[in-house]
């Protein structure tokens, strides 16, 4: 029999996802050996890079070079007013990553097979893209923290618990219907959907191993699709299924099916003549009179200080939101009694009113407090050249 040639092979990990999600579940660093023979299982690894900020992980590099992975700096950027306290915010790893594999798909005809250790669903786009050009992609992700989504676009798609030997959950000799339910409760206890995909991932991690075709149904043939053995299951009664029109929602038994995640609610007949003379007007949301935006704007600039912001008006209007679940500038007024059509015009409304001072660079508009000086507190003010005009505050 003539076996099949092995194809050659290219790997990606996001080491920060992969790293701090076994580090959580499972107590321990991620062990690279497991990955890179797992890898070389499909075929000859010509390229294994690792992606992350490695002055924050020094230690590790060594670990990557003896097992052939080559470490790529991504650096992290940090924002705020004050260097020494600036917060970090998201490195670019997922755009590296991806310049870097779409790189590799169109100068090297060479690799069949792409991997990526990851469990961010940001990386569909590029899965779907690789595999348009007739390559193959498998996906490695952590339990708990892989998305379902990614698990169904990949070609094939692994826990990263099934390579390593020390954390292999024993295999469950649960049956895999019975399962199912208490997929649907954990994908809730987690915060997700249960979809069709979200319980397939679910079903693996909670008995170990789970393939819906080597089991069979009431006349004794095997589950040609997924769909097949979760219509299985519903006959069973053991679970409901309702479709949206653009996915499948699983729900327990005795619930309402009409409030799924995916589920529009439906519009009532409009009553009269409304069909004749057209479609009414929309009605603009009422006026919210359970706080005063001015007062939250200004608790909004006291806990971007505490936070180390910048108090843009972006990041104001952010923060607006997590004090005011649902603040709208819309649903405000200002002297005239006309609704604030733009947040800028909310700030300058309490400008005029002496509860802020807004500083304009050029490039940004910064929001102060009475009494403080902007160009001192400015970040950008002192950026500014020194033969150049310092911006006055606005009047």
């Not at 029999?1 to 991620?30: C, H, S, W």
């Not at 690279?32 to 299982?41: L, Q």
């Not at 792409?114 to 193959?136: C, M, S, Y």
């Not at 102060?368 to 050249?385: C, H, I, M, N, V």
């Amino acid at each position: 029999m003539e076996t099949k040639p092995k194809k050659d092979v290219a790997l990606f990990i996001d080491f920060e996802n992969v790293y701090i999600a076994v580090r959580e579940i499972y107590g321990q660093n991620p062990n690279f050996e497991y990955i890179t023979e797992k890898a070389k299982e499909y075929g000859r690894l010509i390229i294994a890079r690792a992606y992350a900020d490695w002055y924050r992980y020094q230690r590790v590099t060594n670990a990557l070079y003896a097992n052939g992975i080559e470490p790529v700096y991504v650096p992290t950027y940090y924002y705020g007013q004050a260097p020494h306290k600036a917060t970090a915010i998201k490195n670019s790893v997922d755009i590296h990553m991806v310049i870097d594999a779409m790189r590799i798909l169109y100068t090297h005809e060479n690799i069949g097979i792409f991997i990526f250790v990851t469990g961010d669903r940001d990386f569909i786009p590029l899965v779907n893209a690789i595999r348009q050009k007739g390559k193959e992609c498998v996906v490695i992700g952590v339990a708990e923290a892989a998305s379902s989504h990614l698990a169904q676009s990949a070609d094939e798609f692994l826990f990263y618990h099934q390579l390593a030997d020390d954390i292999r959950p024993p295999k469950s000799q649960a049956d895999p219907y019975e399962a199912v339910p208490e997929a649907v409760k954990l994908a809730r206890k987690r915060g997700n959907v249960p979809t069709f995909g979200t319980i397939k991932l679910l079903l693996i991690e909670l008995l170990g191993e789970f393939d819906h075709t080597k089991l069979k149904d009431r006349n004794g043939r095997p589950f040609a699709k997924f769909k097949d053995f979760m219509k299985e299951c519903e006959r069973r009664g053991l679970i409901q299924i309702a479709s949206s029109g653009t996915v499948n929602e699983v729900f327990l038994p005795g619930e309402d099916t009409s409030a799924g995640a995916f589920t529009e609610p439906q519009e009532r007949p409009s009553k009269g003549n409304n069909r004749k003379k057209g479609r009414k007007k929309a009605e603009e949301p009422p006026l919210d009179q359970t706080v005063d935006p001015f007062d939250l704007l200004v608790r909004a600039i006291h806990e971007a200080r505490r936070r180390n912001n910048l108090c843009t008006m972006a990041t104001l209007k952010v923060l607006m939101k997590d004090l005011h679940p649902g603040f709208d500038e819309r649903n405000f007024v200002d002297a005239k009694g006309q609704r604030f059509s733009k947040f800028k015009d909310l700030v300058r409304e309490a400008e005029r009113r002496g509860m802020v001072q807004i500083l304009t660079t050029g490039t940004v508009d910064e929001v102060f407090l009475p009494g403080e000086d902007p160009l001192k507190l400015s970040r950008f003010a002192k950026q500014a050249s020194a033969d150049e005009p310092a911006p006055a505050p606005s009047q």
